[in-house]
């Protein structure tokens, strides 16, 4: 079965340190894999995709299958990140989301 | 251009009662899901639909119907409402085919069951 697993429900980090947010899936075909973001008081979107392999707001993902992980990066963290942060796996037809992670970027 | 509307945005429902939620969408996309959003739950698929006229169960169908009669629209009903389906609920939709599957959602719709 296909899960998205994302370990951590809340990290904290002060403006400029590097952030981090992993999330590790288990699928055995080939997945699309995204990173959505919810802002306060606002609907999800499409932070960036891995078929992309681009860098949205100075994060980035890599896609590791021999690790199964889909972790996202930013070398240098902003107030404005602080969000909830959903992993997120589509097979064929279905879209499934991780626990999701909330970012407390600290001034 | 709306993208995908929710309504209603709120809601207080009594145990035992019925409703349904309506999402429409107007960027003609194949996909629709339904979906409920619980503090550590994270966002779980509860019903969702490769197209007009179908529809599948996610991974907590239980106590819960959906109809896509027409391709812009995909219902969710719930028959006799419970306190456990309180919830915050999002609809989203996106076109099928690989490498054009963004998601796009409603802004939500918060429903409490007393």
């Known amino acids: 079965a296909q899960r998205v697993t994302q370990p951590e429900k809340l990290l904290s980090v002060f403006k400029g340190a590097p952030v981090e947010l992993k999330c590790n899936y288990s699928?055995?075909?080939?997945?699309?894999l995204f990173w959505y973001v919810q802002y306060s008081r606002q609907r999800l979107q499409l932070l960036l995709r891995?078929?992309s392999r681009e860098s949205i707001k100075g994060f980035t993902a890599d896609l590791n299958k021999g690790e199964t992980s889909f972790h996202l990066k930013k070398p240098f963290a902003q107030e404005e990140d602080s969000a909830m942060y959903y992993c997120?796996?589509?097979?064929?037809?279905?879209?499934?989301f991780g626990t999701g992670t909330r970012l407390q970027v600290f001034p | 251009n709306a993208g995908v509307t929710q309504t209603p945005k709120f809601r207080v429902l009594k145990t035992g009662q019925s409703m349904t939620l309506l999402c429409a969408q107007d960027?003609?996309?194949?996909?629709m899901y339904w979906y409920r959003q619980d503090p550590g739950m994270g966002l779980r698929l509860i019903h969702y639909?490769?197209?007009?006229?179908?529809?599948a169960k996610g991974e907590v169908p239980d106590g819960y119907n959906v109809s896509r009669l027409k391709k812009q629209n995909f219902l969710l009903g719930l028959e006799s409402a419970a306190p456990s389906q309180t919830s915050v609920y999002f609809c989203?939709?996106?076109?099928?085919?690989?490498?054009?599957?963004?998601?796009?959602f409603g802004q939500g719709t918060r429903l409490t069951v007393v």
């Open positions: 699928y055995s075909g080939s997945p699309e």
């Open positions: 639909s490769v197209g007009e006229g179908t529809t």
């Open positions: 891995h078929i």
């Open positions: 989203a939709s996106s076109f099928r085919h690989r490498g054009h599957t963004e998601a796009f």
């Open positions: 960027m003609n996309h194949e996909y």
């Open positions: 997120a796996l589509r097979n064929t037809d279905k879209l499934i």
